[in-house]
């Protein structure tokens, strides 16, 4: 049987993978590009995005779940925007086509996110939290504590 931790690293291989070709090599050199060819703003989008992908993975990748995800919609965002405004200009197929498998980056920091909240060592502890809550909120008061 295969166990969520092996599945995890699989996922976390791969998307390494996936930042390395597309938002460190293809959008960054990409956004570049497009600075130097009258795009500044697309350009610079473009590499915004691509530093947001790898913050996410690598938040995805040490467990900040909540970072990676605040991380990552903006740069779905502007990734998702400057794939389509440059699907505007005549003539940019091949570029659109060059651009569009970053997508690829947000499905896998998803997949190693959604794995890294179905891990039995966070589900346990994620239950010693809640049961350690209520043990603190159903607790008897002290006489000190108690208000009079």
């Known amino acids: 049987m295969v166990s969520i931790k092996k599945i995890r690293i699989i996922f976390v291989v791969l998307l390494i993978i996936a930042l390395l070709v ?29 530093v947001l992908f790898i913050g996410s993975a690598v938040f995805a990748v040490i467990r900040k779940n909540i970072v990676s995800l605040i991380m990552m919609i903006p740069a779905t965002v502007l990734a998702a925007y400057v794939i389509r405004a440059v699907s505007l200009i ?31 060592e966070a589900v346990r502890k994620r239950a010693e939290k809640r049961q350690k809550r209520l043990e603190e909120e159903n607790r008897s008061l002290n006489d000190n504590e108690k208000i009079v």
């Open 90 to 120: 005549p003539n940019t197929d091949s570029l659109v086509y060059r651009h569009l498998p970053t997508v690829a980056v947000p499905i896998l920091t998803a997949i190693v996110l959604l794995l890294n909240f179905l891990d039995p």
């Open 22 to 50: 597309f938002p460190i090599f293809m959008n960054v050199l990409g956004g570049a590009a497009m600075m130097l060819n009258d795009n500044a703003d697309l350009g610079i989008m473009l590499i915004v995005s691509s």
